[in-house]
């Protein structure tokens, strides 16, 4: 089995076994994200350092999965225990990359499909403690989306300016609909620049597409809920984790399920 590279077909072993480790890298990344920006904190220092005592991660403690297992998931000075979810987000991160290169190849559009997947973990679980979408994930994403448009492989630079304008134009008027009707915050900016970074991978109609699944998997919560008699009241979810999964469907499946609506409806 080979793999799509800048270089022509390369022996796929080599290529995502060097993939994942990046993956992995970057997931060691995302859980920097995930802790600091919450919190306000500099992504640059102080550096990496244990939860327990403060001090400083050497270099050689801080390899992705790896000297988590070596140190049984201890920190080397004060013996404290490190969450579990930092090997889990950088295995987990390494597995996303590994599944874009070998989905799109070697090329851009693999390379900006795994760190979308990759921000889209992290987002989702800032949104789930937090509610919390942030603009550092969110923005940087939208011009690697744009960027694959205009310069690369992706889909075509005017389908991607108006998917992002749609995505945004909509998170956009829901936010101000929603403190008009309700006088409160119906969802946060976070929500509206997630619109503009959706429409600049998937062009408008997937980006009405995944607003609309997105509620709809919105929805089948609440009614399982119901039916479970377990109530809503006090078991409210943020919307990101559902964008998340939506777009990622869209990505894969949206133009084949508009396809077959269309043709359904005989266009």
Same mark, same amino acid.
């Given at each position: ?6 270089? %022509?077909? &390369? ?5 995502? =076994? $060097?993939?994942?480790? @990046? ?5 060691? !990344? #995302? ?82 499909? %795994?760190? &979308? ?5 992290? =987002? $989702?679980?800032?949104? @789930? ?5 942030? !603009? #550092? ?131």
């Amino acid at each position: 089995m080979t793999v799509l590279t800048p270089w %022509g077909e &390369l022996p796929a072993i080599p290529v995502l =076994l $060097v993939v994942g480790i @990046l993956g992995a890298c970057f997931g060691s !990344f #995302a859980n920097v994200l995930i802790y600091r920006l919450p919190a306000e904190e500099s992504l640059i220092k102080p550096a990496s350092r244990c939860p327990g005592c403060g001090k400083p991660i050497a270099w050689y403690d801080n390899i992705p999965v790896l000297s988590w297992l070596v140190l049984k998931g201890k920190c080397r000075q004060c013996k404290s225990t490190i969450s579990i979810q930092y090997p889990l987000i950088e295995l987990a991160s390494a597995c996303l990359a590994v599944f874009a290169v070998w989905k799109w190849g070697a090329t851009y559009s693999g390379m900006a499909s %795994g760190l &979308l997947f990759i921000g889209l973990l992290a =987002l $989702v679980i800032i949104d @789930l403690r937090h509610w919390l979408l942030p !603009f #550092a994930i969110t923005i940087p994403l939208t011009f690697i989306g744009l960027g694959g448009a205009a310069f690369f492989d992706m889909i075509p630079l005017s389908t991607a300016l108006i998917g992002a304008a749609v995505g945004f134009g909509i998170f956009l008027f829901m936010l101000l609909g929603g403190k008009f009707v309700f006088k409160k915050e119906a969802m946060g900016g976070g929500d509206v620049v997630f619109g503009a970074m959706a429409g600049s991978f998937l062009g408008w109609q997937l980006t009405l597409l995944m607003i609309f699944m997105a509620s709809a998997l919105g929805t089948l919560l609440a009614l399982i809920f119901i039916v479970l008699r377990k109530g809503v009241a006090g078991r409210e979810v943020p919307f990101g984790p559902f964008l998340a999964v939506a777009l990622v469907i869209c990505l894969f499946w949206g133009q084949g399920f508009i396809d077959a609506y269309l043709k359904m409806l005989g266009r």
